[in-house]
Every structure is written in structure tokens, then in C-alpha cells.
């Protein structure tokens, strides 16, 4: 049985597109590409995770994953027509090398730890790399000649090492990402780094445990997904928390009380041939996070709500979150674009309320409501208004008084009664009350 794990893949020219080389489909044409999909290729002792040479047929790599390559996790070399979409390439020298390689795409991939992320090298031009998450990488791509597109109207990629900024929180930064000419770099990651072990499986979720147990949810899609090249993949069986073997025939849902299970699954193909049983270790969890907010200061409270400024930090903190794994809290301004939360933060723009939005999401997937706090910011100093002080009446100094209004936005004004010098107002002069 071929599945689940595979050796490093090298196509050298349209008719290499074989089932020997992980052609899962397709027929090379632009309606029916050839799919490379599915493969977990760890490639310590070899150069290239997938080399592909001097090709045009159309062909997607897809939902695979790829790491330790010397040189490059893929390569293409004088290539077009290529799609990679839903990758994940880590620990690698270099993710995606392109050479003299026209019109490919790379997007919904994660490239991750390594040396290097995308090189555009030669005359490689009109390559598309959007929508990616570029992560720790020492540097994250190359681009000498800025033929390529970092970006379309959608927005670019994500950059862990973006330090610009986001003001109107539409999950776009509002300074280009420089080394790579990508003008709209995102904010947050569009995809998360899952890094699933290999085993014919596939989930909606992270490998989070400390034991390497899946950490899951009971709307969480388990697939058992299997092929043979030879007679052909008859079945395949599975057992929960070693329970008696079912055929598998749609997504598992694990359900019961939250903590760890275990799914024990094989194949058989039209001879009966059995593959050796493998079991997989998932955490349940079914329990949503819970996130606090704490307004630092300057701020004031009253009727209407809460008053800060731009300097006033906000603070959002996890009340309850995973047993394993990574909570993520998400938080955007006045329906703008939704951002990670790192760390405190201030809200900036014009004086008046603005909305602020927050949730949390478990590493299971379990997400939980959505929190709207109105703030209002208020950066405007108090107006004093008066009038000019009159001089002296024939020379001698009288008592008067003057009123002074002070003017606190948004509150009501307010009158403060001070003894002064008479006032002159217009052409009447205004005196103490008799």
C-alpha cells in the first residue's frame, strides 16, 4: 500500500508525471492537472524533498509536507504551470527554489525554520507567491530582479519579521514589506502551521500535546485517506479507543468526555492484503477559552462608559485556555480586519467611540464568543474661553468679576465665578453682584 509517507520525488520532463512519482490524478491539461498530493517526504539524507525539471504540463503539489531537505524542499526548474497551494515546507535550506521557472504559484503554504523561503533565481518572472505564511525563516526570500508577485489586490503574505504597523486595523500593514517588494503584507497568519505527523490521516488541527496527541474538538474532521497503485484499495477499518473495527466510510467525529483517545486504523486492498495497524493519539477538548480585558491608564469611567487615550494601553488575558497547546486570542478595531493578539495596545484614530472586538480560540478549535466593548478615546485638551480684562475707570481700580467658561468635550460646559478685574464685553462692562 502507497500512502501517508513517501521518498524524495524527482520529474525530469511532462512524461515523468507518473504514479511512480506520486501522481495521485489528472491528465497535465489545465482543466485536469496532474495532483502530487498527500505526501509527507522527509528528506535528511537527500537534496530535494520534490525536484521537477523542464516541464509545462499543468500540475498542482498539494496538502503535503516536506522538511529537512539539503538544498531545497522544492525545486522547479525551468518549469511553468505549476500550482504548490496548501504545503508546508520546514527545516530545509532553502522552501522553493525557482529557476528560469515562468507563471507558477505558490499560496495557502506555510514555509517555515528555514535557510532561506522563496528564491527567484535566473530568469524566473510572473511567478505568483501569495497568501503564505512565512515563519522564522533566516531569510525569507530572494527576488533580484523583481519579476515576481508578492502580492495581488487580495493582499501579500504574512512575514514574521514584519515590524510595520496596522492603524486601521484592516489586517493589512500600512507600510510595504521591503525585502520583497510585497506592498499589502498581512498582519496575521491566513495559514496556521499545523505540522501533522505522517500516517494516511488528516484533521483540522495541531500537533500540540507533549506526547505528540492531536488536540481536537468534536466538530474536528478526522479523513482516513489510503491508495494502491496495484489491485486497488478495497477498504479501510478503524477502531476507537479499542473498540471493535468499523469500515470507515466518512469523517470520524470523536465525541465522549474531554482527555485523550485513540484511533487505530489499516487498509486492505482487493486481494486482502493488510497494511500493519497504526494508532494515533487525540486530546478532546470541548471546553471554549475565556478572555479578560484590563484598560490601563490615563482613563476615566462614567454613565456613557469608559474614556481613554491614545497612550492608554489595553490588555487582553486568558482566563481559561487549552489543556494543550497554543491559545490564540484574536482582536480587531471598529470591524476592521481580525489581528493576533501579541501584547498591549492602543487604539488610535479619530476622538469619539470605537469598537473593540475579542475572542480566543483553543488549540481543539473551540472558539468562544465574540466580546464588543465600546471605548471612547479622547485626546482633545479642555478649552477656556474669556474675556479681556478692562483697564482702570478714571484711574482707579474697581472690583469686578469675570466669567470664565471652560469647555471639557464632551462634556457639558461648565461656569466658574472668580473675582478679577472687571471685564469688558463688547461695550458693557460686567460687575460683582450687588
Request: glycine share 12%; net charge negative.
Amino acid at each position: 500500500l502507497w500512502w501517508g509517507g513517501h521518498e524524495p520525488i524527482y520529474i525530469y520532463g511532462d512524461d515523468d508525471f507518473t504514479i511512480q512519482n506520486g501522481v495521485m490524478e489528472g491528465s497535465g491539461t489545465a482543466d485536469d492537472p496532474y495532483v502530487i498530493e498527500g505526501w509527507r517526504i522527509e528528506a535528511p539524507n537527500a537534496d530535494y524533498g520534490i525536484y521537477i525539471d523542464h516541464t509545462s504540463a499543468h500540475f498542482i503539489i498539494k496538502d503535503c509536507v516536506i522538511g529537512r531537505a539539503r538544498l531545497a524542499g522544492i525545486y522547479l526548474n525551468s518549469v511553468r504551470n505549476g500550482r504548490i497551494e496548501g504545503v508546508q515546507i520546514s527545516l530545509s535550506d532553502t522552501a522553493v527554489y525557482l529557476l528560469n521557472s515562468h507563471e507558477n504559484y505558490l499560496t495557502e503554504s506555510v514555509i517555515a525554520d528555514c535557510r532561506y523561503g522563496v528564491v527567484a533565481a535566473g530568469d524566473s518572472r510572473g511567478n505568483y507567491i501569495v497568501g503564505n505564511s512565512f515563519i522564522g525563516n533566516g531569510l525569507n526570500g530572494r527576488d533580484p530582479g523583481e519579476w515576481n508577485f508578492w502580492y495581488d489586490e487580495s493582499g501579500g503574505n504574512y512575514w514574521s519579521d514584519y515590524t510595520g504597523s496596522d492603524s486601521d486595523g484592516d489586517g493589512i500593514g500600512d507600510e510595504p514589506y521591503h525585502p520583497l517588494s510585497d506592498a499589502y503584507p498581512l498582519i496575521s497568519l491566513p495559514v496556521e502551521w499545523t505540522d501533522v505527523s505522517a500516517a494516511g490521516y488528516t484533521y483540522a488541527g495541531n500537533t500540540v500535546a507533549p506526547d505528540g496527541s492531536l488536540v481536537v474538538n468534536s466538530q474536528t474532521a478526522i479523513t482516513l485517506t489510503a491508495a494502491d497503485p496495484g489491485s486497488g484499495l478495497s477498504e479501510i477499518r478503524y477502531s476507537i479507543d479499542g473498540g471493535d473495527f468499523a469500515v470507515y466510510t466518512g469523517p470520524i467525529h470523536l465525541t465522549g468526555n474531554d482527555g485523550p483517545h485513540r484511533i487505530t486504523y489499516y487498509a486492505v486492498d482487493k486481494l486482502g492484503n493488510e497494511e500493519p495497524r497504526e494508532t494515533v493519539s487525540f486530546i478532546l477538548d470541548n471546553h471554549p477559552p475565556q478572555t479578560a480585558i484590563a484598560i490601563g491608564e490615563p482613563k476615566y469611567e462614567d454613565s456613557r462608559g469608559t474614556w481613554v487615550t491614545s497612550k492608554t494601553r489595553i490588555t487582553l488575558s486568558l482566563v481559561q485556555s487549552s489543556t494543550y497547546g497554543r491559545t490564540v486570542t484574536y482582536f480587531r478595531i471598529d470591524g476592521g480586519g481580525w489581528r493576533s493578539y501579541v501584547g498591549p495596545f492602543c487604539i488610535y484614530g479619530s476622538d469619539g467611540p470605537h469598537r473593540l472586538s475579542y475572542y480566543s480560540q483553543n488549540a481543539s478549535g473551540i472558539v468562544e464568543p465574540v466580546t464588543d466593548v465600546t471605548i471612547f478615546k479622547d485626546d482633545s485638551p479642555p478649552v477656556t474661553r474669556g474675556a479681556h480684562a478692562a483697564g482702570p475707570i478714571d484711574g482707579v481700580k474697581t472690583p469686578g468679576s469675570v466669567k470664565v467658561e471652560v469647555t471639557q468635550p464632551p462634556e457639558e460646559p461648565a461656569t466658574v465665578e472668580t473675582e478679577s478685574e472687571p471685564v469688558q464685553t463688547g461695550s458693557e462692562t460686567e460687575a460683582p453682584a450687588s
